[in-house]
């Protein structure tokens, strides 16, 4: 699948540790099948109404660390609920 591949968004939940730390996991992965220079690749971080009982676990300052790690990767932070940055992952 990843010969005819023209970007990829890894998506990860800002409100669970377990999403963020697989998609390192995922890119390994598919670098083992296509170079990942050779595509664009976006990383988003995505909130459901971050509230006390359900915190954010996964900081700003973390998800740009491992954005950086992944190489020409830009990322997002977005919030479905209220449609925050959406449309412009899609855009830039």
């Given amino acids: 699948f990843t010969l005819w591949i023209d970007a990829v968004i890894f998506v990860f939940s800002l409100e669970n540790e377990a999403s963020f730390n697989a998609i390192y996991n995922y890119y ?42 992944l190489k020409r990767c830009s990322y997002y932070e977005t919030c479905a609920t209220y449609g925050l940055n959406v449309d412009r992952v899609f855009q830039d």
């Fill in 28 to 69: 390994t992965k598919m670098s083992h099948y296509r170079n990942a220079a050779e595509i664009p690749i976006i990383l988003v971080g995505t909130q459901d109404a971050i509230s006390e009982s359900n915190p954010r676990i996964i900081d700003e300052a973390r998800a740009r660390r491992l954005a950086s790690d």
